[in-house]
């Protein structure tokens, strides 16, 4: 039967995006913050940093996102000026509104001298988050990035050490131009594509800006911050900026609708995204009598609970899997996901009644309506009772469209077993951002791997050991 509800996407998600939304405008001065001082002896920027600031500031720039009708502001981020030509590098998710909205939303540049002007968006990589604009000035020559992949010089992705200095610039919470001085420590595989892990504050309205070595050198570009750690942040590496600038010129024609690029630049990032999730066959976990399917990689998290408190009246063991990392695409859609779920609930002392509707309620908790959406259509689900391997299940499909993105959907899979009055196991596997054919790979590899043993385990016998490791942070 088809109905209007999907799952609750429950996104672990890698970083927080460090542009500002609604963010008052302020008057922010024209050289960089005052250094912070303690009460016996002033903390006074290094030398180094001084002169990278010095020397970079006027080609660095805020960028500013305003909505047309009222001229008021909308996000703010930071950019700078490749070379002596008049292109802006900065983030994707800076620009977005510009990209999707551009009759709502128009976009324009203040330098460190208070100076403003209009931007032009000219090239998007949403992948890598990652944008050119065009403005009318041009730089004086100093943040450099190879403009052609033979180029001689080595990007700085293969040449960085653990332990570098790196050098951050921007302009932090639309207060000012600044400089945060950190260290380079290795890459970062969280994702489908490397990130370069810089120890040192980059906060909101930094994003897009530029992150250099101590000889000035482009490292990579400001992207995002952890939020549950302290001075854990994250940087476009500075190969990805030289692919992107590839494929722009200073007099190129902006292109007149970007859509049609992101939907297939999200295209092939979920073709590379499925091929790897099914590059071998899920790995098999043991809840109860339960077998249950999970993927674990360099992309995928898992972790597991178990609440067994002899004064309940029932138990509940549960894995879940989570790819730690998404595509952002603007503040509604956040695709390129994958989320996996098991809960094992054993009864103790309720009754049988009591235990159906106890485990009727945690299969109706799962979904919600998308009937009001403004970026995916409302779910067309089909529910139907199956029974495979030894296992006999209640299944709910659920598929919703993307409004704006051809042949893009969102998939929800969730699972109740029906075979034991006693028992319930409940799965879900929600995927973000694929096409219809992958959806369907994953659903039936999925489902294929869940199972029950024939024989009955000791009771006890909730969670494998490996299960009980937390995700690390």
């Known amino acids: 039967m088809t109905t209007s509800h999907r799952l609750l996407a429950c996104a672990l998600s890698l970083a927080s995006c460090l542009s500002i939304p609604g963010l008052a405008q302020l008057n922010p001065p024209t050289s960089a913050a005052a250094p912070a001082t303690t009460a016996s002896t002033p903390a006074q920027p290094s030398s180094t940093a001084q002169q ?18 009222g001229n008021s502001q909308s996000s703010v981020g930071s950019g700078f000026l490749i070379g002596t030509s008049n292109l802006v590098v900065t983030n994707f998710h800076v620009i977005s509104q510009i990209a999707l909205e551009p009759d709502t939303y128009f976009g324009e540049y203040k330098d460190t001298q208070g100076k403003s002007g209009a931007i032009e968006l000219l090239a998007v990589d949403v992948l890598h988050d990652l944008a050119i604009v065009r403005i009318a000035r041009n730089g004086t020559g100093f943040f450099n990035v190879p403009h052609a992949a033979g180029d001689s010089q080595q990007p700085p992705l293969e040449r960085l050490s653990q332990g570098e200095k790196l050098y951050s610039l921007g302009n932090p919470l639309d207060l000012g131009f600044t400089i945060s001085e950190g260290t380079y420590n290795g890459i970062s595989a969280r994702g489908f594509s ?74 092939q990032h979920q073709s590379a995204m499925v091929d790897t ?28 609970n178990s609440d067994s408190s002899a004064k309940k ?82 299944a709910l499909v659920c598929t919703e469209a993307y409004h704006k993105f051809k042949d893009l959907y969102d998939f929800t899979l969730i699972t109740a077993s029906t075979d034991d009055s006693q028992m319930s196991l409940q799965s879900l596997i929600n995927i973000q951002g694929v096409s219809y054919a992958n959806g369907t790979r994953l659903i039936e590899q999925f489902i294929q791997g869940i199972d029950r043993r024939r024989s009955e385990p000791d009771a006890t016998t909730t969670i494998t050991p490996n299960d009980k490791t937390e995700v690390s942070q």
């Not at 999730?277 to 077998?291: E, M, N, T, W």
């Not at 390129?336 to 098991?342: D, F, N, P």
């Open 52 to 69: 990278l600031y010095a020397a970079a500031q006027q080609d660095l720039l805020q960028l500013r996102v305003l909505l047309k009708n």
């Open 194 to 267: 490397d990130q370069l892990m810089f120890t040192g504050p980059v906060n909101p309205g930094m994003s897009g800006g530029p992150n250099v070595t101590a000889d000035g050198q482009v490292a990579g570009v400001n992207v995002a911050h952890r939020r549950d750690g302290e001075l854990v942040s994250f940087l476009v590496p500075a190969i990805y900026v030289q692919q992107l600038l590839a494929r722009v010129t200073s007099e190129m024609t902006a292109p007149t609708d970007f859509k049609p690029i992101i939907g297939e630049q999200l295209l």
């Open 313 to 394: 009246a029932y138990t509940v063991a549960s894995i879940n899997c989570s790819m730690e990392s998404a595509i952002f695409v603007s503040g509604d859609l956040q695709t390129g996901h994958v989320t996996m779920r098991h809960q094992y609930a054993r009864n103790r002392k309720l009754n049988s009644l009591q235990f159906s509707q106890l485990a009727s309620q945690m299969f109706a908790d799962q979904v919600y309506s998308t009937a009001k959406s403004d970026t995916i259509t409302p779910a067309a689900c089909t529910e139907s009772f199956v029974t495979h391997n030894a296992i006999s299940l209640r």
């Open 277 to 304: 999730l099914l590059d071998k066959p899920f790995s098999i976990k043991q809840l109860g009598p339960y077998s249950v399917p999970v993927r674990e990689s360099d992309q995928v998290r898992c972790w597991g």
